[in-house]
């Protein structure tokens, strides 16, 4: 039987996009492949009536119900796992996926997590800082010239994740930790590693980022981010433990 995806959720999510006809017609593309959650983060523009004329009426559904928020923080909170598209590889973007490699990876998580596909800004696409936010990158192979138009990448993206569905049903994947509960845990596990001096606090981002490459490919559950964050608070009732032992013990014999 053909894996189905569960399309409530996953989100598109587009990331100070400038024009507002791109967001109308990157909802009339969602339209097209049978999505309806649009989520908008800090734009340039969001004239309605702009976006709606390229959305069309078939479309204004998903227009009319799309979210809008002023950080991605915020957005990406209650995300399991989140697809960053990206046209430039590097050191830093190097899990890379093709879209239809991506939408056959991605369907049976769809089944227990929510999903955010994550679009940059026209100009200039998702910076580094943004695509820490992100599990999972999708880049979109092309000729010579690699910028695509904002809702051509939304197309390109949902059309493979429709023809994904005609394949084999892929095995059970469990719920993934939530962005909100990953960010919480980078934090406490900077805070602690710079603490033991493990990091460098004057350049702490260049090993947290080999440390989030590293817990991104084991994709936590919630379960595990709870026991991460455990170890990280015992770690610190014990150094802090520690520290107050050794003010008594230095007390006493001053004393």
């Known amino acids: 039987m053909p894996a189905r995806i569960k399309r409530e959720h996953l989100a598109i999510v587009l990331h100070k996009p400038r024009y507002p006809e791109n967001i109308g017609a990157a909802a009339r593309a969602m339209h097209n492949m049978g999505l309806a959650r649009l989520i908008v983060v800090d734009p340039l523009n969001c004239d309605l ?3 709606l004329k390229m959305a069309t009426h078939a479309a204004s559904q998903v227009v009319e119900q799309m979210q809008v928020f002023p ?7 209650p995300f399991n796992l989140v697809v ?6 590097g050191r830093q973007r190097q899990v890379i996926e093709s879209p239809a490699q991506l939408a056959r990876r991605l369907i049976p998580y769809t089944r227990e997590n929510q999903i955010a596909l994550l679009f940059g800004p026209e100009d200039r696409g998702l910076s580094n800082e943004n695509l820490r936010s992100c599990q999972w990158l999708v880049n979109i192979p092309t000729a010579e010239f690699a ?8 197309m390109v993206v949902c059309y493979e994740l429709c023809m994904a569905e005609r ?7 469990p719920r993934l930790a939530t ?4 960010d919480g845990m980078y934090a406490q596990l900077k805070d602690i590693l710079v603490r033991i001096n493990y990091i460098n606090p004057e350049n ?6 080999k440390i989030r490459r590293y817990f991104t490919r084991m994709q936590l559950r919630a379960k595990e981010v709870s026991i991460i964050r455990g170890i990280c608070r015992q770690f610190y009732w014990y150094t802090e433990k520690r520290y107050k032992d050794g003010l008594k ?6 004393g």
């Open 167 to 173: 394949d084999k049903a892929p095995a059970f994947h």
């Open 204 to 209: 702490p981002d260049y090993w947290m980022n």
């Open 179 to 182: 962005r909100h509960e990953l």
């Open 84 to 89: 960053g598209t990206t046209a430039r590889l």
């Open 71 to 77: 950080s991605l923080s915020e957005a990406l909170a």
């Open 147 to 154: 910028s695509l138009n904002l809702a051509q990448a939304v």
């Open 249 to 254: 013990d230095g007390r006493k014999e001053s």
């Open 49 to 51: 009536d702009r976006v």
